[in-house]
């Protein structure tokens, strides 16, 4: 409906030739569909997997559909600190980076910590994430980069918790921990992105909507059956993305949340907007820079 209204052009595909364009959870789902759109653009894309053998069946379909025969696979798990320092290790041999998308996702039914001892859903969605960003931030900052988190919906129903981030309840409820870190992931998109601005990366976080992904359809069976003739397809859900990747720098506000191709508020209720406090957004920092294992090298708060 939007894209009728709005008068949606087509993202500008033409800026992605021949840049690079790096997208964790890369090969099922939403990240798969941005990989093949920016394959298809031309881009220089590299996949971020898991598994090798899923990243190589990812990556023969993409260069088959798309004829991009430049497509390149990382193998490396975002929820393991030790799998992200090998990644970036890796990614920085492409040299400049020019857009980077954070779409690698879990969600655990019972409670379960990585290696590292940080909550499963805490490791891929935000702790990894971090560590990743800050270990090619030179690359990103060559390539004067657009850097854009998936987000969830979810999030509007959780507050700000670090304390459950520190200690999750041992009442675990995995949707419930979803949300929590999803919140997390907002906040500090919004907390960092000004420090990255002066360095010409822009980072912003986006909401794809709700879209009929494999991951719903595992982890929300009944919610997929109720709500299935809404969903959205694959390519509805990363047109967002798509558009953040391509449009003009002063289109995006760096640190905004983007939900079709709009700025859109971090909160609908009282109870999270009065929990995103100056002092816990600091702590929010801390704590990333504390499990990242990047604490205390030269990394102050922005």
């Not at 990812?58 to 929820?79: A, F, K, L, P, Q």
Request: proline share 4%.
């Amino acid at each position: 409906m939007r894209r009728r209204l709005f008068h949606w052009t087509e993202p500008e595909w033409q800026t992605l030739k021949g840049r690079t364009a790096v997208v964790t959870g890369s090969t099922s789902g939403l990240g798969r569909e941005i990989a093949v759109q920016f394959a298809r653009a031309g881009a220089r894309v590299v996949l971020v997997a898991r598994n090798q053998e899923r990243a190589q069946r990812t990556r023969d379909e993409i260069m088959s559909s798309t004829g991009n025969t430049d497509v390149s696979i990382v193998v490396g798990d975002v929820g393991d600190l030790e799998s992200v320092r090998h990644c970036a290790q890796e990614l920085r041999a492409f040299g400049a980076i020019d857009v980077l998308v954070h779409n690698a996702g879990a969600l655990s039914r019972s409670l379960a910590t990585t290696r590292d001892g940080i909550e499963l859903t805490t490791a891929v969605h935000l702790v990894g994430p971090y560590l990743l960003t800050n270990l090619i931030e030179p690359e990103l900052v060559a390539g004067r980069a657009r850097v854009i988190w998936v987000t969830s919906g979810g999030m509007y129903a959780e507050p700000l918790d670090l304390d459950w981030l520190a200690t999750p309840s041992s009442a675990y409820d995995g949707v419930k921990a979803y949300a929590k870190v999803k919140r997390a992931q907002v906040t500090l998109v919004e907390h960092w992105a000004p420090r990255l601005t002066s360095r010409h990366v822009t980072m912003t976080v986006m909401h794809p909507g709700w879209v009929d992904t494999p991951g719903l359809r595992q982890s929300l069976p009944a919610f997929r059956r109720v709500v299935r003739p809404l969903l959205r397809t694959l390519n509805e859900g990363i047109d967002t993305v798509a558009w953040l990747a391509t449009t003009s720098d002063d289109s995006v506000t760096p640190g905004t949340l983007w939900l079709d191709r709009r700025v859109r508020s971090r909160h609908r209720f009282a109870r999270t907007r009065n929990s995103d406090t100056p002092q816990q957004r600091e702590r929010l920092w801390s704590f990333c820079e504390q499990k990242s294992g990047l604490q205390g090298q030269n990394r102050g708060t922005p």
